[in-house]
């Protein structure tokens, strides 16, 4: 698929979410790299920031076209910037012409937004996605945690996933208040009916204590490394 001569060039690397429970492969990220599997922050440091938008729509039409390439049997996570999609009313329709053309129904994308870039137009994305809610997308919120609003956000607008930042589950195992915080998260998310992913597990330890409050689907190195231009086959954890 050519890509757009004002960006640098990239690719994609693919991680997987697993659910421990059924112990099974539930999606994979797609995560932007360079072509030599450079990671994200060295491509997007690249594109000019008048160019931010289209970057996104071009590189989220390469990831479903690869994913589907690779056979993908799964949902897709697909992150995007919400102030390019805003900027751009013809984005999420663009993204959904893409999945069809790869042969991906609209109903196996999810859609990732970072919690601090959702809080800085909730009315205005909230709006957007249920736009297109009838088309059956899927919205996940990353980084759940890391900014200053989180709840507020639940409060306002219910995502279908969110992922916990890396920062709460690291060392869990050993850390009241970070375990006391989860708690209540993972009890807020039940009545909500929204979905968790424990993300960035790196550990057996951050595993087990997060088993034992009931957390099913994970994200990190300790199942797999995201693969360069593949679908790795993640470690699946005992029971």
């Known amino acids: 698929m050519p890509q757009p001569s004002t ?9 997987p979410i697993i659910d421990a ?11 932007v790299r360079g072509p030599a599997g450079e990671p994200a922050f060295e491509v997007l440091s690249r594109v000019p920031e008048a ?8 590189s989220r039409a390469r990831a479903l076209a690869m994913a589907a390439q690779l056979g993908l049997p799964c949902l897709l996570n697909l992150n995007l910037l919400p102030h390019g999609v805003l900027a751009d009313e013809d984005a999420i329709d663009a993204t959904l012409r893409a999945a069809r053309e790869a042969g ?5 994308l999810v859609f990732e937004v970072t919690e601090s870039d959702a809080i800085a137009d909730p009315c205005g994305f909230a709006a957007l996605v249920n736009r297109h809610k009838s088309d059956g997308l899927l919205l996940a919120i990353d980084d759940f945690g890391a900014g200053q609003s989180g709840l507020n956000l639940l409060a306002d607008f219910q995502p279908d996933m969110i992922k916990v930042d890396r920062h709460l589950i690291h060392g869990i195992e050993a850390h ?4 006391a915080i989860l708690r209540g998260l993972l009890l807020t998310c039940e009545l909500l009916g929204i979905d968790v992913v424990a993300e960035g597990v790196e550990t057996p330890g951050e595993y087990r204590w997060l088993r034992t409050q009931g957390v099913r689907l994970y994200q990190g190195y300790l199942f797999a490394r995201p693969g360069f231009e593949a679908l790795p086959v993640p470690v699946m954890p005992g029971a």
């Open 7 to 15: 960006t640098p060039p990239f690719s994609y690397a693919f991680q």
């Open 21 to 31: 429970v059924e112990r099974r492969v539930v999606s994979y990220e797609a995560l």
């Open 51 to 58: 160019q931010r938008a289209a970057f996104d729509r071009a």
């Open 104 to 108: 991906l129904p609209p109903e196996r």
């Open 176 to 179: 009241g208040p970070r375990q």
